[in-house]
Protein backbone atom coordinates (compact mmCIF):
# COMPACT_ATOMS: atom_id res chain seq x y z
CA UNK A 1 0.00 0.00 0.00
CA UNK A 2 1.56 3.13 -1.31
CA UNK A 3 0.27 6.96 0.12
CA UNK A 4 -0.19 9.74 -2.70
CA UNK A 5 1.34 12.38 -2.35
CA UNK A 6 -2.57 14.29 -1.30
CA UNK A 7 -2.17 11.94 1.44
CA UNK A 8 1.70 12.54 2.16
CA UNK A 9 0.89 16.38 2.23
CA UNK A 10 -2.18 15.80 4.42
CA UNK A 11 -0.24 14.12 7.02
CA UNK A 12 2.69 16.09 7.17
CA UNK A 13 -0.21 19.24 7.23
CA UNK A 14 -2.47 17.93 9.96
CA UNK A 15 -0.41 15.36 11.77
CA UNK A 16 -2.62 12.48 10.74
CA UNK A 17 -4.32 9.59 8.29
CA UNK A 18 -7.32 7.97 8.46
CA UNK A 19 -7.73 5.54 6.44
CA UNK A 20 -11.28 3.11 6.26
CA UNK A 21 -11.44 -0.73 6.12
CA UNK A 22 -7.64 -1.42 5.41
CA UNK A 23 -8.09 -4.59 6.42
CA UNK A 24 -11.15 -6.85 5.91
CA UNK A 25 -13.70 -8.52 8.25
CA UNK A 26 -11.86 -11.55 8.17
CA UNK A 27 -8.53 -10.18 9.50
CA UNK A 28 -9.49 -8.14 11.73
CA UNK A 29 -12.47 -10.63 13.21
CA UNK A 30 -9.01 -12.84 13.47
CA UNK A 31 -6.76 -10.72 14.90
CA UNK A 32 -9.47 -9.92 17.71
CA UNK A 33 -9.57 -13.33 18.92
CA UNK A 34 -6.16 -13.45 19.02
CA UNK A 35 -6.71 -10.25 21.30
CA UNK A 36 -8.86 -11.64 23.98
CA UNK A 37 -6.85 -14.87 23.78
CA UNK A 38 -3.85 -12.32 25.06
CA UNK A 39 -5.47 -10.39 27.15
CA UNK A 40 -6.80 -13.61 29.24
CA UNK A 41 -2.82 -14.47 29.39
CA UNK A 42 -1.18 -14.37 33.52
CA UNK A 43 2.05 -12.42 31.77
CA UNK A 44 3.93 -8.78 33.01
CA UNK A 45 3.29 -7.70 29.36
CA UNK A 46 -0.44 -7.83 30.01
CA UNK A 47 -0.84 -4.06 31.95
CA UNK A 48 -4.56 -4.63 34.10
CA UNK A 49 -6.86 -1.39 34.82
CA UNK A 50 -6.81 -0.03 38.34
CA UNK A 51 -9.43 -2.59 39.13
CA UNK A 52 -6.32 -5.42 38.51
CA UNK A 53 -8.36 -7.50 36.11
CA UNK A 54 -9.32 -6.22 33.17
CA UNK A 55 -6.93 -5.73 30.29
CA UNK A 56 -5.68 -1.91 29.63
CA UNK A 57 -3.07 -2.84 27.51
CA UNK A 58 -0.73 -6.15 26.42
CA UNK A 59 2.67 -5.02 25.14
CA UNK A 60 4.94 -6.92 22.67
CA UNK A 61 2.52 -9.29 21.83
CA UNK A 62 4.43 -9.95 18.46
CA UNK A 63 6.97 -11.96 20.55
CA UNK A 64 4.16 -14.28 21.85
CA UNK A 65 1.08 -14.47 19.41
CA UNK A 66 1.49 -15.40 16.12
CA UNK A 67 -1.19 -13.24 14.90
CA UNK A 68 0.29 -10.15 16.54
CA UNK A 69 3.40 -11.48 14.99
CA UNK A 70 2.56 -11.50 11.63
CA UNK A 71 0.54 -8.06 12.10
CA UNK A 72 3.77 -6.73 12.88
CA UNK A 73 5.35 -7.67 9.20
CA UNK A 74 2.42 -6.78 7.15
CA UNK A 75 3.01 -4.65 4.48
CA UNK A 76 -0.23 -2.71 4.59
CA UNK A 77 1.18 -0.83 7.84
CA UNK A 78 5.15 -1.45 7.31
CA UNK A 79 5.22 0.24 3.36
CA UNK A 80 3.19 3.62 4.08
CA UNK A 81 5.17 4.13 7.41
CA UNK A 82 8.34 3.37 5.55
CA UNK A 83 7.44 5.95 3.01
CA UNK A 84 6.90 8.69 5.40
CA UNK A 85 10.10 7.75 7.40
CA UNK A 86 11.82 7.48 4.45
CA UNK A 87 13.91 4.50 5.52
CA UNK A 88 13.55 1.33 7.18
CA UNK A 89 11.84 0.92 10.12
CA UNK A 90 11.94 -1.21 13.39
CA UNK A 91 9.70 -1.79 16.12
CA UNK A 92 10.21 0.86 19.04
CA UNK A 93 6.82 -0.38 20.70
CA UNK A 94 3.76 -2.62 19.98
CA UNK A 95 0.78 -2.66 21.87
CA UNK A 96 -2.90 -3.73 21.83
CA UNK A 97 -4.82 -1.86 23.80
CA UNK A 98 -8.15 -2.80 25.40
CA UNK A 99 -10.55 0.05 26.78
CA UNK A 100 -12.80 -2.65 27.65
CA UNK A 101 -16.42 -2.14 27.45
CA UNK A 102 -17.84 -0.47 30.67
CA UNK A 103 -14.10 -0.56 32.27
CA UNK A 104 -11.82 0.84 29.88
CA UNK A 105 -9.99 4.01 31.38
CA UNK A 106 -9.22 7.59 30.02
CA UNK A 107 -5.82 8.02 28.02
CA UNK A 108 -4.85 11.34 28.87
CA UNK A 109 -3.44 14.26 26.71
CA UNK A 110 -0.17 13.38 25.85
CA UNK A 111 2.09 13.09 22.59
CA UNK A 112 3.92 9.38 22.20
CA UNK A 113 7.33 11.38 20.87
CA UNK A 114 7.06 13.12 25.06
CA UNK A 115 7.75 9.78 26.42
CA UNK A 116 10.11 8.29 24.05
CA UNK A 117 12.39 11.31 24.17
CA UNK A 118 12.25 11.67 27.57
CA UNK A 119 12.55 7.91 29.12
CA UNK A 120 14.55 6.24 26.20
CA UNK A 121 16.44 8.75 24.65
CA UNK A 122 14.98 8.73 21.47
CA UNK A 123 16.81 11.29 18.76
CA UNK A 124 14.34 13.03 16.78
CA UNK A 125 10.88 12.54 16.48
CA UNK A 126 11.69 10.12 13.05
CA UNK A 127 9.15 7.66 14.67
CA UNK A 128 5.61 7.16 14.49
CA UNK A 129 2.08 4.80 14.98
CA UNK A 130 0.26 3.09 12.82
CA UNK A 131 -2.73 1.78 14.40
CA UNK A 132 -5.71 -0.70 13.37
CA UNK A 133 -8.43 -1.11 14.56
CA UNK A 134 -10.02 -4.53 15.91
CA UNK A 135 -13.54 -3.70 17.04
CA UNK A 136 -15.56 -0.89 15.30
CA UNK A 137 -14.91 2.43 17.00
CA UNK A 138 -17.85 5.01 17.56
CA UNK A 139 -18.69 7.80 19.06
CA UNK A 140 -19.55 5.85 22.46
CA UNK A 141 -16.53 3.26 23.17
CA UNK A 142 -13.96 5.26 23.62
CA UNK A 143 -12.56 6.89 20.48
CA UNK A 144 -9.51 8.48 19.94
CA UNK A 145 -9.14 12.41 20.01
CA UNK A 146 -6.14 14.06 18.10
CA UNK A 147 -5.27 17.96 18.05
CA UNK A 148 -4.99 18.62 14.19
CA UNK A 149 -1.40 20.57 13.58
CA UNK A 150 -0.40 20.08 17.18
CA UNK A 151 2.80 17.98 15.71
CA UNK A 152 4.41 20.94 14.29
CA UNK A 153 5.31 22.54 17.70
CA UNK A 154 8.02 19.90 18.77
CA UNK A 155 7.70 18.55 22.41
CA UNK A 156 5.56 20.23 24.67
CA UNK A 157 6.12 20.33 28.47
CA UNK A 158 4.50 17.76 30.34
CA UNK A 159 4.02 16.27 33.84
CA UNK A 160 4.58 12.56 35.11
CA UNK A 161 0.87 11.42 35.84
CA UNK A 162 1.66 8.12 37.93
CA UNK A 163 -1.68 8.75 39.44
CA UNK A 164 -4.96 9.09 37.11
CA UNK A 165 -4.87 5.41 35.83
CA UNK A 166 -2.81 2.30 36.12
CA UNK A 167 -0.43 3.20 33.31
CA UNK A 168 2.52 6.24 34.43
CA UNK A 169 2.09 8.75 31.27
CA UNK A 170 4.09 12.08 30.72
CA UNK A 171 0.43 14.20 29.99
CA UNK A 172 0.09 17.95 29.15
CA UNK A 173 -1.49 20.58 31.24
CA UNK A 174 -5.03 21.83 30.92
CA UNK A 175 -4.28 25.49 29.78
CA UNK A 176 -1.26 24.34 27.17
CA UNK A 177 -4.28 21.50 25.72
CA UNK A 178 -7.05 24.78 25.73
CA UNK A 179 -4.70 27.22 23.65
CA UNK A 180 -3.70 24.22 20.79
CA UNK A 181 -7.47 23.07 20.70
CA UNK A 182 -8.55 26.85 19.90
CA UNK A 183 -6.06 26.55 17.02
CA UNK A 184 -6.40 23.22 15.69
CA UNK A 185 -9.66 21.78 16.91
CA UNK A 186 -10.11 18.26 18.02
CA UNK A 187 -10.47 15.60 15.56
CA UNK A 188 -12.19 12.06 16.26
CA UNK A 189 -11.71 9.46 13.42
CA UNK A 190 -14.23 6.40 13.82
CA UNK A 191 -14.82 3.47 11.89
CA UNK A 192 -15.16 0.14 11.17
CA UNK A 193 -12.60 -2.76 12.66
CA UNK A 194 -10.04 -3.01 9.89
CA UNK A 195 -9.60 0.95 9.58
CA UNK A 196 -6.28 2.25 10.33
CA UNK A 197 -4.85 5.78 11.59
CA UNK A 198 -1.53 7.04 10.66
CA UNK A 199 -0.42 9.41 13.54
CA UNK A 200 2.97 11.83 14.07
CA UNK A 201 4.85 11.06 16.90
CA UNK A 202 4.44 14.26 18.37
CA UNK A 203 0.71 15.15 17.69
CA UNK A 204 -1.29 15.64 20.80
CA UNK A 205 -3.86 12.97 21.49
CA UNK A 206 -5.89 11.39 23.94
CA UNK A 207 -9.29 9.18 24.75
CA UNK A 208 -11.83 9.52 27.22
CA UNK A 209 -12.86 6.44 29.43
CA UNK A 210 -15.59 3.70 27.52
CA UNK A 211 -19.16 3.27 29.75
CA UNK A 212 -20.17 1.65 26.50
CA UNK A 213 -21.36 -2.09 26.17
CA UNK A 214 -18.97 -1.78 23.72
CA UNK A 215 -15.50 -3.60 23.63
CA UNK A 216 -12.59 -1.14 21.48
CA UNK A 217 -9.97 -2.88 20.74
CA UNK A 218 -7.17 -1.08 18.88
CA UNK A 219 -3.44 -2.62 17.98
CA UNK A 220 -0.84 0.34 17.48
CA UNK A 221 2.74 -0.68 15.69
CA UNK A 222 5.41 2.31 17.08
CA UNK A 223 7.99 2.03 14.60
CA UNK A 224 10.92 4.30 14.17
CA UNK A 225 13.79 4.85 11.50
CA UNK A 226 16.58 2.68 12.25
CA UNK A 227 19.27 5.18 12.52
CA UNK A 228 17.09 6.70 15.02
CA UNK A 229 17.32 4.34 17.65
CA UNK A 230 16.73 4.82 21.18
CA UNK A 231 19.80 5.42 23.16
CA UNK A 232 18.80 4.86 26.88
CA UNK A 233 17.46 1.52 28.41
CA UNK A 234 15.29 2.41 31.46
CA UNK A 235 12.23 0.90 30.22
CA UNK A 236 11.61 -2.53 30.23
CA UNK A 237 12.85 -4.11 26.22
CA UNK A 238 9.18 -5.28 26.54
CA UNK A 239 7.95 -1.68 26.25
CA UNK A 240 10.52 0.15 24.61
CA UNK A 241 12.40 -2.62 22.53
CA UNK A 242 15.94 -2.99 21.80
CA UNK A 243 16.15 -5.02 18.76
CA UNK A 244 16.65 -2.27 15.69
CA UNK A 245 17.05 -4.83 13.08
CA UNK A 246 14.79 -3.49 9.90
CA UNK A 247 11.60 -5.23 9.46
CA UNK A 248 11.00 -7.17 6.50
CA UNK A 249 7.42 -7.15 4.97
CA UNK A 250 5.63 -10.55 5.04
CA UNK A 251 3.33 -11.39 2.15
CA UNK A 252 0.09 -9.73 1.55
CA UNK A 253 -1.84 -12.51 2.64
CA UNK A 254 0.14 -13.27 5.89
CA UNK A 255 -2.98 -13.50 8.27
CA UNK A 256 -4.86 -15.53 5.84
CA UNK A 257 -2.60 -18.11 5.60
CA UNK A 258 -2.12 -18.25 9.34
CA UNK A 259 -5.99 -19.17 9.54
CA UNK A 260 -5.64 -21.33 6.40
CA UNK A 261 -2.74 -23.08 8.56
CA UNK A 262 -4.95 -23.83 11.98
CA UNK A 263 -7.76 -24.94 9.64
CA UNK A 264 -5.30 -28.08 7.97
C1 LIG B 1 -2.19 5.76 23.39
O1 LIG B 1 -2.25 6.94 23.14
O2 LIG B 1 -1.09 5.23 23.50
C2 LIG B 1 -3.42 4.94 23.54
C3 LIG B 1 -4.69 5.61 23.37
C4 LIG B 1 -5.85 4.68 23.24
O3 LIG B 1 -5.68 3.48 22.92
O4 LIG B 1 -6.97 5.12 23.41
MN1 LIG C 1 -0.16 7.66 22.69
Given at each position: MQLTTDQLEQFDREGYLFLPDVFTETESALLNREAQRVFAMDRKEVVREKDGKTARTAFAAQHYNEGFRRLGRHPRLLEPVKQILDGDVYMHQYKVNAKAA???DVWQWHQDYGTWSRD??????RAMNIALFLEDVTEFNGALMFIP??????VIDAGHDV???SYPLWTIDDETITRLVDEGGIVSPKGRAGSVIMFHSNLVHGSPSNMSPYDRTIVYLSLCHVNNH???????EWV????FTPLESLPDDCLLTMENAAAE
Amino acid sequence: MQLTTDQLEQFDREGYLFLPDVFTETESALLNREAQRVFAMDRKEVVREKDGKTARTAFAAQHYNEGFRRLGRHPRLLEPVKQILDGDVYMHQYKVNAKAAFNGDVWQWHQDYGTWSRDDLMPEARAMNIALFLEDVTEFNGALMFIPRSHKGGVIDAGHDVQTTSYPLWTIDDETITRLVDEGGIVSPKGRAGSVIMFHSNLVHGSPSNMSPYDRTIVYLSLCHVNNHIRQYKRPEWVAERDFTPLESLPDDCLLTMENAAAE
